[in-house]
């Protein structure tokens, strides 16, 4: 039986950098903190591979390391003069190319092998080597735009590896679905006016990039319909979630007919995300991975791919991928998550619950108007 593969490299965790406490920038009245800067620090991905490794669910999965995305790869998105500066300081002492976005000397090479563990992952599934699989990315990649990184992201992961698949004549229609809590502004930009690759982001409404991710935002030209941005206002839990993948995201899906399924997987739509105001469990990931593996059998043959995004709770991350990856395994290990019992008590009341499936039967219509649901 295949098994689901789990590409890492330990030097993705050594990308860092910048001078933030949490999402303010150090200096003025901003005291640095003592313990490291950025909120995208190593230890949420590196605490999720430790975990596997201490569970015993590692020797059940293929771990694999992978090449670094080549210049070719990365320049079907992103043009030359972009790639020249950050390689150009990367050589140098690092710094910062865009919005929130730190990196130390070396950061290109460590950013090009982040987005090589998404593309082997992508082009093995695509070769039926796995099952599935996940890349534990890092750093990020959906806010990304070709010229301007963002967020945290310096490599659009996601589209290099799409690009290479199709390159590589492996693959023609894809389906992008970005549950992470931000709004994936990158992959859209990316996708906007193409109709061979579908993107949906599920996220809290209006929190980053603010004033992007709006449902209206459906796709340009060609791609008209392709595009479905799904927010979800502040305190949006367990049942908003899955009441909105089962109405909007599965019957996209469904529609669009992927030869493969994406899923840029943050989890910070945790409850106890420093982030975001959502409340998620690792229960919501664990239903929500359930339900795109179902799409992805019913649909294009099981073939499933996850790119790690966000989730910057060091405490919670580890148990939701811990979640995601028994589940996409089919293992019999199924760890407790201490943060659950507190999950259950913070879900929205009936009243509130009420107000979010309103919300989304709303956009149920709006998706139906523009054809992404038939
Ligand atoms: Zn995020």
Redesign the pocket.
Known sequence: MLKTAFFWNERCFWHGGGHYASIAPVGGMVQPLAAGGSPENPETKRRLKSLLDVSGLAKELEMLDAETASYEDLNRIHPASYLEEFKGMSDANGGELGLRTPFLKGGYEISALSAGLVKAALLDVLDGKYKNAYALSRPPGHHCLPDYPNGFCLLANIPIAIEAAIAAKKVQRVAVVDW???HGNGTEAIYLERDDVLTISLHQENN?PPDSGAIETIGEGDGRGHNMNIPLPPGAGHDAYIYAFDTLVLPALENFKPDVIVVAC?F?ASLIDP?SRMLASSYTFREMTIKIMQAADDLCDGKLVMAH???YSEVHVPFCGHAVLETMSGSKICLDDPIEPRAKYSQPNARFSGYYRDLIDEYLEHFKSVNTIS
């Open positions: 992470d809590v931000h980053y943050g910070d982030l995004e966000g989730g």
